[in-house]
């Protein structure tokens, strides 16, 4: 494409934007609240995401052993432990740490423990971390066979339920977010279809005339793409605000929640919506021309 055919296609683009202002900035607002709701519930999934992926690296195994080891014995286990596919961290915990820990859980109901007197019944015990959740269940079954351990345990059940929540999250959330970039993609080409409406008498004498489709299309699909990216740039700042606001009232009430730090988060989040703003533009323009370019 020459330069100069380029810069035909963009004067035009704009002339019409600025014949057609009202309806431009109709097309804008849309595209801006299409992109607003689509930036929010992509934000929200993947704080979920995030707050799931946080959960799924807090589970540990906890292995319990025999009474009756000594400290070379309970070294040697750990060692055997450290060598299991998926393990990545080991941590030793001896009977009066658990103690402790058991104390500061129980708060101001520690007087149970006075028929204990001196008695420590709590076992040594090693804490294992996994690379990943779906190693837990077999790194706890091969803890488990090992010589001088009592047991293994992980709350299967809740570890299980607690999978299943963090996948039906993840499938739900990519699910609305499709919904909602084919909604913005639907709702951006029946706007602009509009404007190419109020235009299908120039665009059938172009043909006429001998213009090519691609002659007639451009200046469309420029002004789609300007009309996107300029509603997406109101939906980003939006975000970027909103954002903002929420993460510094949440860390002000809710300290331990694992929001997604606002940067580099914001910055990807603000290129993906320019990027996506502008293509869906592109893409409504080609779609509402198809049906006025069949003279």
Not at 255 to 280: D, E, H, M, Q
Request: hydrophobic share 50%; glycine share 6%.
């Amino acid at each position: 494409m020459r330069i100069r055919t380029f810069e035909y296609f963009v004067r035009e683009a704009l002339s019409s934007l600025r014949h057609n202002g009202l309806m431009s900035i109709a097309s804008v607002s849309t595209v801006a609240l299409s992109l607003l709701i689509l930036g929010m519930f992509l934000i929200m999934v993947l704080n979920l995401n995030h707050m799931a992926s946080a959960l799924e690296s807090q589970v540990q195994i906890s292995v319990y052993l025999q009474d009756n080891l000594g400290d070379r014995d309970m070294r040697e286990v750990g060692t055997r432990i450290t060598k299991i596919p998926g393990v990545v961290q080991v941590t030793f915990v001896d009977k009066d740490e658990a103690l402790t820990r058991f104390k500061q859980r129980l708060g101001e109901q520690q007087g149970l423990l006075a028929v204990l007197g001196d008695t420590n019944p709590l076992p040594n015990a090693f804490e294992v971390k996994v690379d990943k959740p779906e190693s837990v269940k077999p790194v706890a079954q091969a803890v488990a066979q090992l010589k001088g351990v009592e047991n293994a345990r992980f709350g299967q059940e809740i570890i299980e339920q607690l999978f299943t929540l963090t996948r039906l999250i993840r499938l739900i959330g990519l699910a609305l977010i499709i919904f909602l970039a084919l909604a913005a993609l639907f709702i951006i080409a029946n706007t602009i279809r509009i404007t190419v409406f109020a235009r299908r008498k120039e665009i059938g004498i172009m043909k006429y005339v001998g213009a090519t489709d691609a002659f007639i299309r451009w200046p469309f699909v420029i002004e789609g793409m300007i009309l996107g990216s300029a509603g997406s740039l109101i939906a980003v700042f939006l975000l970027v605000e909103a954002y903002t606001v929420l993460t510094e009232q949440i860390y002000q009430k809710l300290v331990f929640l694992p929001l997604i730090p606002k940067y580099p988060f914001l910055n990807y989040i603000s290129i993906l919506l320019v990027v996506a703003g502008t293509i869906i533009g592109a893409l409504g323009s080609t779609i509402s021309l198809r049906r006025f370019m069949k003279v």
